[in-house]
């Protein structure tokens, strides 16, 4: 069963970092992990970082100059670098991604992001 693993969650304070990772459970080289989304108490699910294939970055306003979105081709393994992080960045983050060879949809787990003093 192909699954996507996601780690890096966690607690911080307003301004500090975390890193956040995803990978696939096994190697597939039809596997393309799209980016990351989000999800607060209360609220839809939004996008928040994602990637092209040749590495092409695109972000939500709300995170844009704070979080960085990067991709391990080698190890297809995709990074979410986030800094300056606010209470309102507190959500749990979800990756996800796309078998090209069926074209089906995949989500990780989610995990717990808070930004709190």
């Known amino acids: 069963q192909l699954q996507l693993v996601e780690s890096g969650g966690g607690l911080v304070q307003p301004g500090g970092s975390l890193r956040l990772s995803c990978a696939v459970s096994?190697?597939?080289?039809?596997?393309?992990?799209r980016g990351w989304h989000r999800q607060a108490p209360g609220k839809q699910r939004e996008l928040v970082a994602s990637?092209?294939?040749?590495?092409?970055?695109n972000y939500a306003d709300s995170v844009k100059g704070r979080f960085t979105i990067s991709r391990d081709n080698a190890k297809n393994t995709v990074h979410l670098q986030m800094n300056s992080l606010k209470p309102e960045d507190t959500a749990v983050y979800y990756c996800?991604?796309?078998?090209?060879?069926?074209?089906?949809?995949?989500w990780g787990q989610g995990t717990q992001v808070t930004v709190s003093s």
């Open positions: 996800n991604g796309e078998d090209l060879d069926d074209g089906r949809d995949y």
């Open positions: 096994r190697s597939i080289f039809s596997f393309y992990i």
């Open positions: 990637i092209t294939r040749g590495g092409m970055p």
